[in-house]
Structures are given as C-alpha cells and as structure tokens.
T-cell receptor, first 113, second 115 residues
C-alpha cells in the first residue's frame, strides 16, 4: 500500500517569493510516479507536475519544480515567484501498479500581496 | 475538447434514496476511477476500472456500486444514500493503467448532500 504525508496544513507566502510544499511518500513498489495537483477555491483538480521514480533529473514545469529526494522518500513542490492566483489547496499523490492514485491530505497555500 | 464530464454538479438526496453519478470521458482512456473528497481527508479512492468490463474496489467502496460497460462511461451508484456519503465526488481518467507516468484528468466534481 502507498501512503502520502503532507505535514503542512497551511502555508503563507508573500507575492513574488518562493515557497516549498512538503511531501513524503511510502511505497514498496520499485516503479512509481509522484504527482502534484492544485485545487483552487472553484474546486477543480489541476495537474501541475509529475516525477517518475526512475527519472534522474528533478521535474520542472514553468514556475513549478519538484525536489525529488529518493533516499529520503520526499517529493517537495517548489513554487517560484508566487502569484496571488497560486492561492489554493495543493495535493501530493503517488501511483503504482494499476494507476490507483493515493493522495495526501493537502496543504492550503495563501499568497498575500 | 470535453475531457472528463461529470453530472450532476450538485445533488441533494434524502437518506435511503438511490442515485447514479454519471462520468464520461472522450479521450479513449483505459483507466477510470472515482474518488471522494472530505474536509481534511484528501481524496480517497472508491472504485476503479482498468478497462471495459473490469472494476475493482478502492479504499472506501462500501455503499457504492460501479460498472464499466463501455470505455467512455463509468457511473457510480449510491444504493441507499446515508448522511456519511455527503461529500464531493470526483471522477478521473488516465490513458494507461500500467505505466507510472499516467496523469489523471479529473472531472469538475459532484457536490452531494444527503439529509
């Protein structure tokens, strides 16, 4: 079974600053994926970034990067140059086998002007 | 470019009533799943399907039924609604059930209240 732990229920950051959202995972599968999703107040789930367990380099997508430390089983999301529109709930998730996604409980990010 | 379509968006049920949440995807994805989202709990897997005719239980399957007669559709049935099933329900699909890199596309969600 897989498990995702997000230890930060809420985070505050000022506009234009960088912020790191923590995620640790536990899985016994040798091949797995790590995902981050954003859920704004409107409720939809928006895919942000993906990291494969065998990927040598950390994934990046625009202002999002995933700090993947396999030995520590961590997959932290880094958002550079925060914007007001980044205020949302962020979920870390993992999959393995038949693509069953296991989610963490989420981190609420608030970006202030 | 519809993606994953869920209906209805909102629903209020009385305890004991039954209903079906509809989910359809137009991306020819093999894998479809249903999650429920409760405050402070993240998303939890209810049922999933790896292809037409194949379904399996997730973490919280009790009180729900699914079937997958076509690749496109994956309805979720509440057999006898209970207040504990008040939640936001998400349907998701992804292109493969056997590769790690399988980004899931989510529907807009259904907010269900059982009174």
């Amino acid at each position: 079974a897989q498990k995702i732990t997000q230890t930060q229920p809420g985070m505050f950051v000022q506009e234009k600053e960088a912020v790191t959202l923590d995620c640790t995972y536990d899985t016994s599968d040798p091949s797995y994926g790590l995902f981050w999703y954003k859920q704004p107040s409107s409720g939809e789930m928006i895919f942000l970034i993906y990291q494969g367990s065998y990927d040598q380099q950390n994934a990046t997508e625009g202002r999002y990067s995933l700090n993947f430390q396999k030995a520590r089983k961590s997959a932290n999301l880094v958002i550079s140059a925060s914007q007001l529109g980044d205020s949302a709930m962020y979920f870390c998730a993992t999959n393995s086998g038949y693509s069953t996604l296991t989610f963490g409980k989420g981190t609420m990010l608030l970006v202030s002007p | 470019n519809a993606g994953v379509t869920q209906t209805p968006k909102f629903q209020v049920l009385k305890t004991g009533q039954s209903m079906t949440l509809q989910c359809a995807q137009d991306m020819n994805h093999e894998y479809m799943s249903w999650y429920r989202q409760d405050p402070g709990m993240g998303l939890r897997l209810i049922h999933y399907s790896v292809g037409a005719g194949i379904t399996d239980q997730g973490e919280v399957p009790n009180g729900y039924n699914v079937s997958r007669s076509t690749t496109e559709d994956f309805p979720l049935r509440l057999l006898s609604a209970a207040p504990s099933q008040t939640s936001v329900y998400f349907c998701a699909s992804s292109r493969s059930s056997t590769l790690p890199n399988t980004e899931a596309f989510f529907g807009q969600g259904t907010r269900l209240t059982v009174v």
